[in-house]
């Protein structure tokens, strides 16, 4: 029912706003991915770029970590009254935005500090410690959230 709602809306915005902006995220963050935004209607599409109160799922093998974290954080730059549909999770707004940026930044803390300590990757993505905080948060699979995240992270902080 909700995934409706989503598409009358969408539907609903693309018949009152003339000035549609169809875009990809310059970051890449996941390549195939894109957004809708509305700007007269302060309405975003985020489709897959966010996972609303959620653990974000991290397989597809072309994103970046760091380039999700910098689509988001663009998105964090947009008007505070911005409403955002996410592919996942429930519609929100800024503060959405902000929590999933906590959950991304706690994830690269804790992959930096293992990573920097020698500690294998396995182990590492044994060892993340969901924040009290996040504890909410539902986690779809380790297999599908922490252990790509932290094996795409671990790339990304190992030297060229």
């Known amino acids: 029912m909700r995934k409706n709602w989503r598409v009358a809306a969408l539907l609903a915005a693309l018949q009152l706003c003339s ?10 963050a996941i390549p195939m991915a894109g957004i809708f935004r509305f700007g007269a209607l302060k309405l975003v599409y985020t489709g897959d770029l966010l996972f609303s109160g959620w653990y974000p799922v991290a397989v597809d093998d072309q994103a970046t970590i760091s380039g999700w974290r910098a689509t988001l954080k663009k998105f964090a730059a947009f ?25 991304f930044d706690d994830i690269a803390a804790q992959a930096e500090k293992m990573y920097k300590a020698g500690v ?9 410690v969901v924040p009290e905080k ?20 671990y790339e990304e902080l190992r030297p060229i």
């Open 120 to 128: 294998p990757l396995r182990e590492a993505i044994d060892r993340y």
């Open 79 to 103: 008007d505070k009254d911005t409403i955002f549909v996410p592919g996942h999770g429930q519609v929100c707004g800024q503060e959405g935005i902000a929590s999933t940026r906590e959950v």
């Open 134 to 153: 996040f504890k909410n948060f539902p986690i779809y699979a380790w297999g599908f959230t922490i252990g790509p995240a932290f094996t795409k992270l």
């Open 19 to 28: 000035s549609l902006a169809v875009a990809k995220p310059q970051s890449q």
